[in-house]
């Protein structure tokens, strides 16, 4: 019984590990709508504008994850993924985890709409010229100058 307690208690200790000590992966995305202006939400957490995007679930791939966080944070629908815009790793990039963010540029479609009120307050179209100015969350400012600047970056 001991011997048994000690193994699920080393077993634990390990998956916390593994949980607390390497970074989460989550996604970006730049969705583009046909007239090309670029959507943004505005997040209730810091009020500041971001790209709509989140945390991949267990289980789930990439294009999945974009497709589901595209839906939960704008009510858009992914039609494709045009490119790579960067994969972000700094440390400090999230200010509540180390996140590595893949950033897609997206092709969406539909009509824009709240659907998670606890995340985002608010959602809006910007042509690429009239991009919110300021400080945008989490590294989404760079985010989005690399993909205007057409660059797939590793940062």
């Keep these: 019984m001991i011997q048994s307690t000690r193994s699920l208690w080393h077993f634990g200790q390990t998956v916390l590990g593994i949980i607390f000590r390497h ?8 969705p583009i709508l046909p007239d090309g202006r670029i959507v943004l939400i505005r997040r209730r957490d810091d009020g ?46 999230d200010p509540r985890i180390h996140s590595i963010c893949i950033a897609v540029e997206a092709e969406v479609q539909g009509e824009m709409k709240v659907n998670d009120s606890l995340e985002v307050l608010q959602i809006q179209a910007f042509s690429p010229s009239s991009l919110p ?23």
Excluded: F
Aim: net charge negative.
């Design 133 to 155: 100015q300021p400080q945008m969350s989490h590294d989404h400012a760079r985010q989005l100058q690399d993909y205007l600047n057409g660059l797939t970056t590793l940062a």
């Design 48 to 93: 500041c504008w971001s790209l709509p995007g989140g945390m991949v679930d267990w289980g789930e791939d990439i294009p999945n994850a974009v497709r589901r966080e595209l839906m939960e944070e704008t009510g858009l629908e992914l039609l494709k993924i045009r490119r790579l815009v960067g994969v972000y790793s700094a440390p400090d990039r």
């Design 23 to 30: 970074p989460i992966t989550g996604t970006s995305v730049i």
